[in-house]
């Protein structure tokens, strides 16, 4: 059984450009959640897809989109980059879109803004 | 807009003896709360969840009480092991108008002494 695997582990963009993150699921796992998490502070919920849908969506401006794909993995797509969103990213599977389900985790992508 | 809070940055127990980690929240609605561990350089790992009509649940070492008249919850690691030292994250889930939602409090570094 293969985890929560993602890419790239780090990146570094000018701000104002346009990246795109990662992320293959845990297998048979239908639900993929992505969060972002600066220093010091806990993990922010940015959106969840459930079957391809987005079925949830954090204090996140619009700039921040994803996508889920028939295979359950996924992209995060942030344009327009800012200083800001230096950030550690991380994208999280689960069995079910239920709240009582734990997520699976990945490592997360370092993400840097200069 | 912090409806998740963890007030104690950090905790320190001696190896054996009990670690107590608490968590407040501010939304009635959370259906689910949930614990993560987090070890440097690696995701949170999937602890104990707890449903809001229950108070009590235990999974070994980890015991979750909720108290939900003070919007309270805590952790309770017996006996505490020097492998146990991470941070902590309280959790809390809600499926509502805007989708479903999980939000996290800024983590609990705990330190066990051996």
């Not at chain 1, 940015?46 to 949830?56: L, M, V």
């Not at chain 1, 204090?59 to 950030?87: C, H, I, K, M």
């Not at chain 2, 980690?21 to 999937?46: H, I, Q, R």
């Not at chain 2, 649940?57 to 008249?69: A, H, I, M, P, Q």
Request: glycine letters at 10%; aromatic letters at 12%.
């Amino acid at each position: 059984e293969t985890g929560v695997t993602q890419s790239p582990t780090h990146l570094i963009k000018t701000r104002g450009q346009q990246v795109t993150l990662r992320c293959s699921s845990q297998s048979g796992h239908n639900t993929v959640s992505w969060y972002q998490q600066a220093l010091g502070q806990g993990p922010q919920f940015i959106f969840q897809y459930y079957r391809e849908e987005e079925n949830g969506r954090g204090n996140f401006p619009p700039r921040f989109s994803g996508l889920q794909f028939p295979n359950y993995s996924s992209e995060l797509n942030v344009n327009a980059l800012e200083l800001d969103d230096s950030a550690l990213y991380l994208c999280a599977s689960s069995l079910q879109t239920g709240g009582n389900y734990g997520y699976t985790f990945g490592s997360g992508t370092r993400l840097t803004v200069v | 807009d912090q409806q998740v809070k963890q007030n104690s940055p950090s905790l320190s127990v001696q190896e054996g003896r009990i670690s107590i980690l608490n968590c407040d929240y501010t939304n009635s609605m959370f259906d689910y709360f949930l614990w993560y561990k987090k070890y440097p350089a690696e995701g949170p790992t999937f602890l104990i969840s707890i449903s809001s009509i229950k108070d009590k649940n235990e999974d070994g070492r980890f015991t979750v009480f909720l108290n939900k008249s003070a919007k309270h919850l805590s952790l309770h690691i017996v006996p505490s092991q020097p492998g146990d030292s991470a941070v902590y994250f309280c959790a809390a889930s809600h499926a509502g108008a805007g989708g479903f939602k999980t939000i996290f409090g800024a983590g609990t570094r705990l330190f066990v002494k051996a």
